[in-house]
């Protein structure tokens, strides 16, 4: 199975499909005046940012959107480093890289409203490793 799309509600579709843009290399597929932005990487995932308003009446958002975030992976430690030096200098509000979760991590807020974490793989450790049994997981 693959993952092909992630649909994000953003407060500001414009500005995040821009730093998609800019700082991820993911390129625009539709743009729906400010309400909505379609967006694809170079493996085929696609990305909407979706500012749909009418529609939260009838739809139930977590309580704390904050908690909402999707990743992108790095190759290195030198990588995040990078891009954490673009984005701090371009002006974003960006947590300083550290070690979290076993992997060097950082994250920031978008103009959308969620967060994005810039990350090199978090290894996962054979007693972490989900077997088929959601009861075996550690606690």
Known sequence: MKLNHINLYSHDTEADR???EQYFGL???VVRG???AIM???DGLVLIVNHFAKKLEDFSYPR?????HIGFIQKS?????????RLSADGWEVHAPCDTHGAWSFYFRAKGGYFIEVTTVTPV???EAYQGNPQSYPA
């Open 18 to 20: 821009a730093m998609f």
């Open 125 to 127: 450790r054979p007693r």
């Open 77 to 85: 430690h030198e990588d995040v480093d990078a891009l954490y030096k």
């Open 40 to 42: 694809q990487d170079d």
């Open 27 to 29: 390129r625009t597929l």
């Open 34 to 36: 400010t309400k909505m």
């Open 64 to 68: 704390q959107p904050d908690i909402m």
